[in-house]
């Protein structure tokens, strides 16, 4: 196969049978005419094959490993920025004349979450750390020396900002017909099992969001729909806001501030309702 071509390992058996095409092409290997699955020609196709096909798997594996290597240390792009925030390494100091940590320890690095942001004339790095097993911003120490950090490693001219914001408050409220034969009127499911099915929804479409992802109102309004035993889900409000700024409506989209947003369980609790309503 030529060089610079873009290819992935092809199977022993298409390897193999594009050898047989070849030998069938070639009028100086018409002697070779056994069909024979212990035919010796056939047999040094197969051995040809398969050591061909371990090569283009060698070539796979290097490729993919060139490749992550430089996605993760080509410097001037955002993502390049996200990677050194989240090897931040709280209470160790870098080497002189260094950007990576020597010894690594994966067990002080506090940041699990990053997004880099272009801004006029700057870079904001957004950060999380997780606390009990959620996201949670950092502390004004940590912060502090995640900034330090990243004015040691970053690019000669940029300018960075380097913030980590409690969760955007996200307020909602849902119009719930829902199937009596699954729900109350309460939206606990009938059987037992989970008091709170739909809230659950919303708290997990919340979660899976990418760090600094962008929340879209019609995937919430989907991922409503899958609960079992909700008919049609309606929002009514839906708003966030960051800080102590006031909500903001969310129409169609949202990014949050902070890169992630919480829930307000007692607003949903308060302002969503539930109505019976039969087959679709």
Same mark, same amino acid.
């Given at each position: ?8 390992a ?7 049978? @594009? ?12 002697? !070779? ?6 035919a ?8 040809? %094959? ?5 090569l ?13 290597i /430089? ?6 792009? *955002? ?14 100091? !870098? $080497? %002189? ?5 020597? =010894? ?14 272009? *801004?006029?004339g700057? &870079? ?7 606390? +009990? ?11 502090? %020396? /995640? ?8 690019? &000669? ?8 914001g ?16 699954i729900?109350?009127?309460? #939206? %606990?499911? !009938?059987? +037992?099992?989970r ?14 969001? =990418?760090?600094? +992802? ?8 989907? @991922?409503?729909?899958a &609960?079992?035993? &909700?008919?049609? +889900?309606?929002?009514?409000y ?5 800080? @102590? /700024? $006031? ?30 309503? #039969? $087959?679709?």
């Amino acid at each position: 196969m030529p060089f610079g071509i873009q290819f992935m390992a092809r199977s022993i058996s298409e390897i193999q049978a @594009s050898i047989v095409a070849a030998k069938a092409a070639d009028s100086t290997l018409a002697g !070779l005419t056994s069909s024979s699955q212990v035919a010796i020609w056939l047999l040094w196709t197969w051995v040809v %094959a398969t050591c061909q096909w371990t090569l283009e798997n060698l070539f796979d594996a290097h490729k993919s490993e060139v490749t992550g290597i /430089l996605a993760a240390q080509r410097p001037h792009t *955002l993502q390049w920025y996200v990677t050194k925030a989240k090897a931040f390494q709280y209470g160790d100091t !870098l $080497p %002189a004349d260094s950007d990576v940590y020597n =010894p690594i320890d994966s067990s002080v690095m506090i940041v699990a979450n990053a997004a880099a942001v272009e *801004l006029a004339g700057m &870079v904001r790095i957004k950060a999380a750390k997780l606390s +009990g097993g959620v996201l949670a911003p950092l502390s004004s120490g940590e912060r502090t %020396a /995640l900034t330090a950090y990243m004015g040691r490693v970053k690019d &000669v001219g940029i300018r960075l900002q380097c913030t980590s914001g409690a969760p955007d408050d996200f307020r909602l409220a849902l119009g719930v017909f829902y199937d009596p034969l699954i729900l109350d009127n309460s #939206g %606990a499911r !009938l059987d +037992g099992t989970r008091a709170t099915p739909v809230q659950d929804a919303v708290n997990a479409f919340l979660d899976n969001l =990418p760090f600094n +992802g962008l929340f879209v109102l019609n995937y919430l309004i989907a @991922s409503l729909q899958a &609960v079992e035993g &909700v008919r049609i +889900g309606e929002v009514v409000y839906c708003a966030a806001r960051y800080g @102590s /700024l $006031p909500y903001t409506a969310i129409a169609f989209e949202y990014v949050p501030d902070a890169g992630y947003m919480l829930l307000d369980a007692a607003y949903f609790l308060s302002n969503t309702t539930y109505t019976a309503h #039969g $087959p679709i």
